[in-house]
């Protein structure tokens, strides 16, 4: 921690102070709609950003207030201010579907970034410390190509498949050398780029542009540049906006005495923020320049501790105790700093005094001092911060990296992602990793309550008194690469991600509710409600627990089990075919009502009971179907039998697969079976529980007959899970049935 402060107060005294360039305007084009949206950080909405349509009050709520947003062909994401102790920031994006409804998924969570700009599909940032450039949803583009990171230092600006931005001294570097030979030197202070262009402000104020430009272009002094689709925008130095481009693009008459303080742009559509009032202006269509008035009261920038060019006006009006909004600082001239001092006599001369001979060596060996403690520091601070996530956000399909992710679960986090992006995991919470540790003690051995489809499961407490269940995905290393490793941790990205995209799909009082999740630092979870009975094996076989030590507790548990497996098959659309029906995956809450869990194994079903899946079996062995392993097809049939295990398991007390007096193992089917068939289940009945009463023989031995059924060899001979609940509904009410007696033989008779 004292090396971070260090490094943190070294890397501000040497580093000069930049003023953020982050966007709080927006313009999104939504294609379904042909609409154009415009967005805006304002100081009058609970998470500062208003639209111009409904959809802003479709936005998830959060604590954190936005610091910029950027839009472009369907899509609108927006930066976070850095929000707690270790300074993370995240991006958030909403993509828009067909039906022009927003689908919300956060795409990044780490270091701050210091600017972010868009184009139609992409997005890009600039990580404040390391200078490294990250961009999303971009398929030819790799942030360890040219573009390395410690190129850019203030900001960055997005073309058709290339990236420009802003080095040390003012330099633009792009990585597109079509579109300008390299580097540009030069001391400039603003860079835009559009579909195939560059244009930046020098030092000068004057405006420099490259690519496929359009040759006539104002003179004079400029403070800030728009690029849209062949046209053109600048704010003058006095405040005012000149436009030009093809068509005879220009200004609207009535903003031409109108005073800017910024541009955005986004294809035809032009916004600005004027200086009086920090009001939205837009124009470049019919709609926008006959109704050019959009928002009033934007949030003008970024609120910071100090300017070196002055503040805005009224910056007080958005921002609390000592922060102010800064100025840009925009110079006709090269800054006083960049201006060499008039040369000394001895200089002018071509010789040194021995005055400045000593000061060389001095100042040489100082700084080289400094450069050594300087990358130390930075080393072990980089080293710090490194395992930032980055997310992918549905349909815009690529995704880049961050240091700290493991190649092999690359595609693992896109996967993840790509779930949670489509809609169905909108109602999940996205934990951080310290809260699941201080919910587990840190994984400790003593929170440790099973073991899942994929990994440990641990009993969590949360900072509101809430109890989870908590399931820790296993990662393994191989170091050498061996397939069967590799072949283990694909198993378990794969049980993660079917349960986190089933789970996330359904909802139903008999099947156990996923909270949320947490990706972060390699670290796969998957937070549940916590079930306080345990599982209906560790009653059956482990513990002693005399609620289910009864016949109408135990129907009454498979009831509830059939009841979810029946939404499953029946009522979740496309159907689901859990695949690992078993006692240890039939949990109990405070009130004993039975729920489904762990759905590691589960796959999407056929759409109705005569088709099939064709592939290798998988489940646990002495549930799993004889059908369904020996061809390989698999049916929601596939659960009934399992189900039928799991009912003679419970009627029984006997494990699915067991020892029997001899030693041999044997299946609970081939030892309780026949004795059902033969109408003496009474000899095989589990005896830790009382023989059932005289009216509750008859729905023990119903249910027995119903056990016998799901388990026969062909599929097509087993009932349905909607047949199995109707037979259970009915024993379970035969159990608890109070028999009427007859007239005593004492009674009064007339």
């Known amino acids: 921690m004292t090396h971070s402060l260090i490094f943190l107060l070294f890397f501000l005294l040497i580093i000069p102070s930049s003023i953020s360039t982050l966007s709080t305007v927006s313009i999104t084009h939504i294609t379904s709609s042909n609409q154009t949206l415009i967005c805006a950080l304002t100081n009058s909405q609970t998470n500062n950003l208003n639209c111009t349509t409904p959809f802003d009050q479709s936005l998830p709520s959060t604590r954190f207030p936005y610091v910029g947003i950027v839009g472009g062909t369907n899509f609108l994401c927006a930066l976070s201010s850095p929000f707690n102790s270790s300074s993370k920031t995240f991006l958030v994006c909403w993509r828009f579907l067909a039906n022009g409804s927003p689908v919300y998924k956060r795409i990044y969570l780490g270091s701050p970034l210091k600017d972010i700009d868009s184009d139609d599909q992409r997005v890009c940032g600039i990580v404040t410390v390391t200078n490294q450039l990250l961009c999303w949803q971009w398929d030819e583009f790799n942030h360890n190509s040219i573009l390395n990171q410690s190129q850019f230092n203030s900001s960055v600006a997005i073309g058709q498949n290339f990236v420009c931005g802003l080095s040390e001294f003012g330099r633009i570097k792009c990585n597109n050398f079509n579109i300008m030979n390299g580097s540009q030197n030069g001391n400039y202070s603003v860079v835009s780029a559009g579909y195939n262009r560059v244009c930046a402000i020098n030092a000068n104020g004057g405006l420099e542009c490259w690519g496929d430009v359009m040759t006539s272009k104002p003179s004079g002094v400029f403070k800030s540049v728009a690029i849209g689709d062949n046209r053109y925008c600048v704010i003058r130095i006095n405040g005012t906006v000149f436009c030009w481009g093809e068509s005879g693009f220009g200004l609207p008459r009535n903003l031409e005495q109108v005073y800017f303080e910024g541009l955005q742009v986004n294809r035809d559509v032009f916004c600005g923020i004027t200086t009086s009032n920090y009001s939205i202006y837009c124009w470049g269509n019919e709609f926008f320049n006959s109704n050019s008035s959009v928002f009033a009261n934007v949030v003008p920038g970024l609120c ?54 000593a000061f ?74 310290q809260t699941i540790i201080d919910a587990t003690d840190n994984f400790s051995d003593e929170r440790r309550i099973g073991v899942g489809s994929f990994g440990s499961v641990y009993h969590g407490l ?4 809430r109890k989870v269940a908590i399931k820790r995905a296993e990662i393994t290393s191989s170091p050498s690469g061996r397939a069967g490793t590799n072949k283990r941790q694909e198993d378990t990205n794969n049980a993660f991600l079917s349960e986190l995209e089933f789970l996330s799909r359904v909802n139903h009082k008999n099947l156990v509710q996923l909270l949320g999740y947490c990706e972060e630092n390699n670290e796969l979870v998957l937070v ?76 999407l079903g056929p759409p109705d009971n005569g088709s099939h899946l064709s592939l290798g079996a998988a489940g646990t062995v002495g549930y799993m179907d004889p059908e369904y ?122």
């Not at 599929?715 to 035969?734: F, H, N, Q, W, Y």
């Open 304 to 357: 910071t501790t100090s300017c070196e060019c002055g503040t805005i006006v009224n910056y007080a009006t958005f921002c609390d105790g000592d922060l102010m909004i800064c100025r840009p600082c925009v110079y006709t001239q090269a800054p006083p700093e960049l201006v060499p001092p008039p040369p000394s006599p001895a200089t002018r001369n071509g010789g040194w005094s021995g005055k400045m001979v």
């Open 360 to 433: 060389a060596v001095v100042g040489s060996v100082g700084c080289l001092s400094f450069v050594f403690i300087f990358v130390y520091l930075f080393l072990r601070f980089c080293k710090s911060v490194e395992g930032s996530r980055v997310h992918d956000s549905g349909p815009m399909e690529s995704i880049q990296f961050a240091s700290g992710i493991r190649a092999s679960n690359r595609i693992l986090v896109k996967k993840l992602s790509h779930l949670i992006s489509m809609g169905t995991g909108n109602h999940l919470e996205e934990f951080d990793l």
């Open 462 to 465: 949360l900072t509101n008194g």
């Open 528 to 603: 549940y409600e916590f079930m306080e009975n345990g599982s209906l094996h560790d009653h059956l076989h482990n513990v002693f627990s005399s609620h289910i030590m009864s016949w109408p507790a135990r129907i009454k548990v498979a009831l509830d089990a059939a009841r979810g497996l029946e939404y499953l098959h029946v009522y979740a659309d496309p159907p689901i075919i859990h695949r690992d029906i078993k006692s240890s995956n039939i949990l109990l809450d405070g009130e004993w009502t039975g729920k489904v869990s762990d759905f590691g194994l589960s796959l």
């Open 629 to 750: 392993y020996k061809y390989g097809q698999l049916t929601a049939k596939s659960d009934v039998y399992s189900f039928g295990v799991m009912l003679l398991e419970l009627l029984s007390g006997h494990r699915a697969i067991q020892k029997n007096e001899t030693g041999e193992r044997r299946n609970v089917v081939d030892s309780v079976v026949p004795y059902i068939e033969n109408d003496v289940i009474y000899r095989i009945l589990d005896r830790k529980v009382p023989p059932p009463t005289a009216f509750e023989i008859e729905a023990v031995k119903n249910v027995g007959y119903l056990a016998a059924d799901c388990v026969t060899l062909l599929g097509k001979d087993r009932p349905t899970m909607s047949e199995l609940v109707i037979c259970l509904e009915r024993a379970l009410s035969d159990c608890l049935t109070i028999p009427s007696f007859g007239h005593s033989s004492n009674g009064s008779s007339s």
